[in-house]
């Protein structure tokens, strides 16, 4: 992960790659412009100083800006913090991203279609853009999801770079376009929301290029795929597939927990430290076995001190070892009706 910060001239530079110790950051989410109008990695690398008469470049000021009034030293941008000609750089990128908007101290949108105008009163200004707002182009991104849900922090900006709000003040806004729940909006675990459910947030979104619309929701269902970009809709069939096989080992893990948890319920621990239902219930049948046929009762004892139990998804094995081992025939030996001497 490289990161944007001012060098000491006030000119923006860029960080080494950093795979530890990344420092604090925001990040910005915002709506491409033009190719030849937005600053690439190698219009940075280059040094020229063309780079400031692209539109682009004024959404780099904006976000290294608010990040210094913010108290942040650096922070990161799409558009020229990936080394996009480098086809490992941006697979690792992509099937990074969601951790990185997660990991941000703070994420900041630039609403470029959404503008204040110019009014007095708080009023007015909120009744100029709140329509806009909800009609912004941000919204309809297949990016949006991740950047919208899994920075804690979400601050949404004017053209003219003004403070609409947060994340937490415009939920509602925010909800009634996006359809996304508010649980959602405010950090619940994806895990909560169904395969369905979260295949639905992704209908009718857009992206440039027909495989995004299949790796823009990696990070929301936690799941890894390589990226092969020219596949087309193909992606979006073998990401289904990833999510099926995701789903299905997670469904094997909580299983066999499940079973581990019954396991020692019934059975204890392995190294008997902790005693199951079946050893309790043993030993007080022992004790009364004990009371009237003392040789029966070391009989089965040892037995149960010998016996593998297993307990399995249809059940408990039977305590073969227990009645091949012990004379049950004994047992007749003691009753109620039998006589004690």
């Known amino acids: 992960m490289r990161l944007l910060e001012f060098d000491g001239q006030g000119e923006l530079r860029l960080t080494k790659n950093l795979d530890e110790n990344i420092p604090p950051y925001a990040i910005l989410s915002h709506t491409w412009g033009a190719d030849d109008e937005e600053v690439t990695f190698k219009d940075l690398e280059s040094g020229s100083s063309e780079v400031k008469v692209k539109l682009g470049y004024r959404k780099l000021l904006f976000c290294g800006e608010r ?30 991203m969601f951790r990185w908007y997660r990991d941000s101290v703070v994420c900041y949108v630039s609403l470029s279609d959404v503008s204040v105008g110019i009014c007095d009163k708080i ?28 920075p804690r922090s979400v601050e949404f900006f004017s053209l003219e770079g003004e403070l609409l709000g947060n994340k937490e003040v415009l ?8 359809g996304l729940p508010i649980a959602a909006l405010r950090g619940a675990s994806l895990s909560d929301f169904s395969v369905d459910e979260r295949l639905r947030w992704a209908e009718n979104r857009q992206t440039r290029k027909e495989e995004d619309k299949a790796y823009c929701l990696l990070g929301i ?19 289904k597939e990833v ?15 499940s079973l581990d948890e019954s396991r020692l319920a019934v059975l204890g621990g392995l190294d ?28 089965m004892q040892e037995a149960f001190r010998t016996q593998e139990k297993e307990l399995t998804n249809q059940g408990l094995d039977s305590l073969q070892h227990i009645t091949r081992t012990v004379d049950v025939a004994k047992i007749t030996d003691w009753g109620p009706s039998k006589k004690q001497g």
């Open 272 to 299: 008997g430290q902790v005693p199951g239902l079946i050893a309790r219930l043993a030993t007080e049948f022992v004790k009364e076995v004990q009371n009237h046929t003392p040789n029966l009762a070391v009989q």
């Open 123 to 150: 009023d007015e200004i909120k009744e100029t853009w709140d329509s806009a707002f909800r009609s912004s182009r941000w919204f309809t991104r297949g990016w949006t999801l991740q950047e919208l849900i899994a």
């Open 243 to 257: 999510i099926e096989r995701s789903s299905r080992t997670k469904l094997d893990e909580a299983t066999n927990k």
């Open 171 to 178: 939920e509602q806004q925010i909800q009634e376009v996006t």
């Open 67 to 96: 990040a210094k009034r913010d108290g942040l030293q650096y922070f990161w941008v799409d558009t020229c913090c990936i080394d996009k000609a480098n086809h490992t750089e941006l697979s690792e990128a992509i099937t990074s």
């Open 221 to 239: 269902f936690n799941v890894f795929m390589p990226l092969i970009y020219g596949e087309g809709e193909n992606a979006f069939i073998r990401l």
